[in-house]
């Protein structure tokens, strides 16, 4: 102590009792409530078994003996043209081209997951940005990104899509920035939904700002770039994970959607919500082919649902005190 | 305290400070329908290395002059000096630049420490704003040994805010203003979240710093012992105005003001003794800073109200007590007596 009068005062009181208690970053604190929910983690485990299957689609096909996602051999239909079930060689099924179902699926999960992840990152990235500013600067800009989002928000994004879907289906537009087929998906995505973590990002911001940290900042000369990028981003990130995690399975959904209405995802790449347009019409007599897409698009969403669930408790900020 | 000061020019010199606050500010509202006049014309000067206390009611202005001399909130109107420039308008660099020599001290040491900082970033925070001790090593040791001056313990450099108690926590602020040295540091009711027990610790290292580092210093409170206690000089504020200024002997010892002698009336005072000590307490709450009354402010609540006072607003001015009063009608002698305030009490 340099001072003396502080040492005496101060002395007592400095050491909390729990001083040999290691420390506990706010990642410690959420893991340890994160372990306890044991769906979450359930869920954060099939999450990751998907990511593995997405990512070493080729080897696990490979490893399974299947034939490869976009391998058509019309030895498997039937007298009537119609696709065989599931046996030993082909767990889930043919397609009506011969195609392997399970093959399909597994290939399947890298669109949505690929749709998923960076379609919400896209929007997570414009919502977060914008949402800042506006709940920062407040004033006009704020008036200006409200109304911005209102539009938005009022597009009716699946007519919209359509007609993208359509005018893009070829060469893509916009200068190439709008790509057929996964690039037509994310941009839909993002300006479909950027508006949501926009709004969450403006209300989160107006309360943040007014805390006193922001003004010890703003005293210390921080900049605007800063106070907002350094000191309440990070503040922030609780709430963009769990409302990014909860985001992902809508935008997969959304994809499953856009490729069932043929504006999606291509043939010959494999993608959930395809397969299950493609198998409507064959629904009676090829189950398989819409069941085990069906199903994997269930197990997904469901799994990434329950993960931002348990996120969400684990990271409340509240229970950070 | 404040014998070696260089009194040529005060370190901070205010002139007819005013900050209204419009509400709304839309685009289609008008703007000066009903302004809350937070703060109405202020003006006075702190010398160097001199504690000025300031006091008054909640809502009386007292965080909003924190705020402007600490250029948080631009002044509506009036001028702002520090070391004789005109800060009031300052801007970019030039303003960052007065910003290493004033500092502040937060009331809520629960907001005022980002919660996802460690202790070590929140008090390395002045450094990397001002590209000062860029060497990591060299950070940390500067971090450590403010740790050290505050009281704090070093080694807790790399813990998170929430797992300090609100004594300590304020003592991570202490330490974070203190980083870049400032002349000034500016203290917004620094203890008024803390426990009383943790009170006196917090204001003696606050005294402590200011003498070994020849601080000047703002310490606004509404606890009048507290003031008494750290300041040289105090000025008692009422809705916006500046009612009484004046070092601390006379301000306390033969107070002029009748809302003064009110708040010192009103201090509890611990000796049972004094316990049938006369009592002069104001009733009804402050009127509303947005429709203030016309002449004196304090016209409303004052016992000594006459005509004069709701018809022409007193200028602050010596009445020979001491102290600079705002008021037609100062206390006598025999009033004080009857308050139970004055050299005699408290």
């Known amino acids: ?321 | 305290m404040s014998a070696a000061v260089d009194t040529d020019t005060p370190l901070v010199e205010v002139r007819d400070l005013v900050k209204h606050f419009a509400p709304g500010g839309g685009l289609i509202a008008p703007r000066n329908a009903g302004a809350v006049r937070a703060v109405d014309g202020i003006s006075f000067a702190i010398g160097r290395g001199e504690t000025l206390g300031l006091v008054g009611e909640s809502g009386c202005g007292k965080s909003t002059t924190a705020r402007l001399l600490m250029r948080l909130l631009d002044a509506t109107s009036g001028q702002i000096f520090f070391e004789g420039q005109d800060i009031t308008r300052l801007k970019g660099p030039r303003l960052k630049a007065i910003r290493r020599q004033a500092q502040m001290i937060f009331q809520d040491p629960y907001s005022s420490l980002n919660p996802r900082k460690t202790v070590g970033s929140i008090i390395a925070e002045p450094f990397a704003i001002h590209g000062l001790h860029r060497d990591r090593g060299e950070r940390k040791r500067e971090v450590q040994q403010l740790m050290e001056t505050v009281g704090l313990n070093p080694e807790h450099y790399n813990r998170y805010p929430h797992e300090f108690s609100g004594g300590q926590r304020q003592r991570i602020g202490v330490a974070r203003a203190l980083a870049l040295r400032p002349k000034l540091l500016i203290a917004d009711e620094p203890v008024s979240a803390l426990d009383v027990s943790i009170q006196a610790q917090v204001l003696n290292l606050l005294r402590n710093l200011q003498r070994s580092l020849g601080l000047t210093v703002v310490l606004i409170a509404h606890d009048l012992s507290v003031v008494r206690h750290m300041c040289d000089r105090v000025a008692v504020m009422y809705l916006g105005k500046i009612v009484e200024i004046g070092p601390n002997e006379p301000l306390y010892g033969s107070p002029c003001h009748p809302y003064t002698g009110a708040l010192l009336s009103a201090v509890p005072v611990p000796d049972p003794s004094l316990h049938g000590r006369p009592r002069r307490l104001l009733g009804g709450d402050p009127p509303s800073p947005a429709n203030p009354p016309s002449g004196c402010s304090f016209h409303t609540r004052c016992p000594k109200a006459a005509e004069l006072c709701s018809a022409q607003e007193p200028m602050l001015e010596p009445k020979g007590s001491g102290t600079d009063v705002a008021c037609h009608y100062p206390l006598s002698g025999e009033e004080r007596e009857a308050m139970g305030v004055g050299s005699s009490a408290i």
């Open chain 1, 1 to 321: 102590m340099s001072w003396a009068p502080a040492a005496p005062l101060g002395a007592d009181v400095l050491v909390p009792p729990s001083a040999d208690v290691e420390a506990r970053s706010p990642l410690q604190l959420f893991w340890r409530r994160f372990r306890r929910d044991r769906l979450a983690v359930a869920s954060l485990f099939v999450v990751v078994a998907l990511i593995v299957v997405a990512i070493a689609a080729p080897l696990i096909v490979d490893v399974l003996g299947l034939p490869g996602p976009d391998v058509q051999n019309l030895n498997l239909t039937n007298y009537f043209g119609g696709p065989l079930g599931p046996s030993w060689s082909h767990p889930f099924g043919v397609d009506k081209l011969g195609e392997d179902v399970m093959s399909r699926v597994i290939y399947g999960a890298r669109v949505s997951l690929e749709v998923g992840i960076i379609g919400t990152l896209v929007s997570t990235v414009i919502g977060v940005t914008l949402g800042m500013l506006a709940g920062f600067y407040r004033g006009w800009v704020d008036t200006l990104l409200a109304r911005t989002m209102d539009v938005f928000l009022s597009i009716p994004i699946l007519l919209l899509g359509l007609g993208i879907g359509a005018a893009c289906a070829v060469r893509g537009c916009a200068a190439g920035l709008i790509q057929p087929g996964l690039g037509v998906i994310i941009f839909l995505i993002a300006i479909a939904t950027w508006p949501f973590q926009a709004r969450i990002v403006r209300g989160l911001v107006l309360s943040l700002r007014e805390q006193e940290f922001i003004d010890a900042s703003r005293a210390l000369g921080a900049s605007d770039m800063r106070l907002m990028f350094r000191e309440i981003l990070p503040n922030l990130s609780a709430p963009i994970i769990v409302y990014a995690t909860l985001q992902i399975p809508l935008n997969i959904l959304f994809e499953a959607a856009l490729s069932y209405l043929g504006i999606g995802i291509r043939p010959p790449t494999p993608s959930w919500g395809q397969m299950i347009a493609d198998a409507t019409p064959i629904f009676n007599t090829a189950w398989w082919y819409m069941v085990f897409p069906g199903a994997a698009l269930l197990v997904t969403v469901l799994a990434f649902n329950l993960l931002g669930d348990g996120l969400r408790d684990a990271l409340n900020p509240r229970g950070a005190r």
